[in-house]
């Protein structure tokens, strides 16, 4: 491999970065992480990727020692980077899918709980460990 390719990878590896959570800002929605690949370094709170922020939204924290993704910024003082962006989670050979499968699309709430539609049967299935409310102005069932 040529230097300028090395480079490149190295300064890729400082940019996008593996982590585990080692804390949470419920308030700010962001978090601290650590690299155990960059001798134990812990980012500053990074803000977390979501879907949506404006008017329709999609929350969602990270628990502590959940393995994330994090976009860095680039640091030209010469300190190294610990500024960036959590993009989110993944799965892994520890931490794998419920239920897989083309068509698929599932919550999982952590305690049992979950949320599961197939769009090839179009079945949705809700699964609560504790009480159902549904509110609405109006509630229509099977019409």
Request: charged share 20%; with cysteine; hydrophobic share 35%.
């Amino acid at each position: 491999m040529a230097t300028n390719d090395r480079q490149l990878l190295s300064a890729l590896r400082r940019i996008i970065r593996i982590g585990n959570v080692s804390s949470v800002n419920q308030e700010s929605m962001s978090c601290r992480v650590v690299f155990p690949d960059m001798d134990g370094n812990v980012s500053a709170e990074l803000p977390l990727l979501n879907n949506g922020s404006a008017h329709c939204k999609d929350y969602w924290l990270p628990v502590v020692d959940e393995q994330v993704v994090c976009l860095m910024l680039p640091n030209d003082g010469g300190t190294g980077n610990n500024e960036g962006i959590v993009l989110g989670s993944f799965f892994n050979d520890v931490d794998k899918p419920v239920k897989t499968g083309t068509g698929i699309r599932r919550i999982d709430f952590g305690d049992g709980s979950y949320v599961e539609h197939n769009s090839n049967t179009g079945n949705l299935i809700i699964q609560a460990t504790g009480t159902n409310t549904i509110k609405g102005a109006t509630v229509r069932i099977n019409e």
